[in-house]
């Protein structure tokens, strides 16, 4: 099992454009989790999601931001008109539906974004 | 609102000496505590999780509700366990999955 995928690694932008983020579960995992890291921060929840449905939202910031996870291919979260404030790094987990190890999140590598 | 405080942001100890990671959160439910690892280049991993009361790599930890704390300790520090640790919360009654972090504490090991 290749674990959880995210690409891109690293991500530059400048300031008014948009950023878009992917993750793929592991194999197996229908619930995605988004964490954001600012620097000498620990990571915060972002956002929960099962295949085609947002359950918990109440971290992602109002406006901008978005994410998804269609029935087929990976997860993406999407920034719009990014701004330096946005510069992170951003963690993708993901978990079984039920069973053993069902609340156990596993962690992506997380993409680095710089915004210019 | 659930909060994770890990008070020391580096801890350096010699290789064979005791360790202790200090964790302490403020939560009124019922809370599940994790603590996850990232050694250097490596993605965050689950150490251990206080439902399971192992002992993982010679960690253990214990959740003391009286002091709300969850520190991680190891008697014997070894060059290996050099890397960052984070102390995590999830609240387990609310059908709510999010962890809430702690801003991690990194632990090098002095040869």
């Known amino acids: 099992n290749a674990g959880v995928m995210q690409n891109p690694r690293h991500l530059v932008r400048r300031r008014g454009q948009e950023a878009r983020l992917r993750c793929s579960p592991m194999?197996?995992?229908?619930?995605v989790y988004w964490y954001r890291q600012l620097p000498e921060e620990g990571l915060k929840f972002m956002v929960y999601?099962?295949?085609?449905?947002?359950?918990?939202e109440s971290g992602m910031p109002k406006e901008r931001f978005s994410a998804e996870f269609p029935k087929e291919g990976p997860s993406i979260l999407r920034i719009q008109q990014v701004v330096r404030g946005d510069s992170a790094a951003y963690f993708c987990?993901?978990?079984?539906?039920?069973?053993?190890?069902?609340?156990?999140?596993?962690f992506g590598p997380g993409t680095r974004l710089t915004v210019l | 609102a659930q909060r994770v405080t890990q008070p020391e942001k580096l801890l350096s100890v010699f290789k064979g000496a005791p360790v202790e990671l200090k964790c302490n959160y403020s939560?009124?439910?019922?809370?599940?505590l994790f603590w996850y690892v990232q050694y250097s280049r490596q993605r965050l991993q689950l150490l251990l999780r206080h439902i399971s009361r192992e002992s993982i790599k010679g960690f253990t930890a214990d959740l003391n509700k009286g002091e709300t704390s969850f520190h991680l300790k190891k008697p014997f520090a070894q060059e290996e366990d050099s890397a960052m640790y984070y102390c995590a919360l999830r609240d387990s009654g609310a059908g709510s999955y999010q962890l809430t972090f702690g801003k991690g504490t990194k632990l090098s090991v002095i040869p």
């Open positions: 999601l099962q295949k085609e449905n947002i359950i918990d």
């Open positions: 987990a993901s978990s079984p539906s039920t069973g053993e190890g069902s609340d156990t999140q596993y």
């Open positions: 194999k197996g995992h229908s619930h």
């Open positions: 939560y009124s439910g019922s809370p599940e």
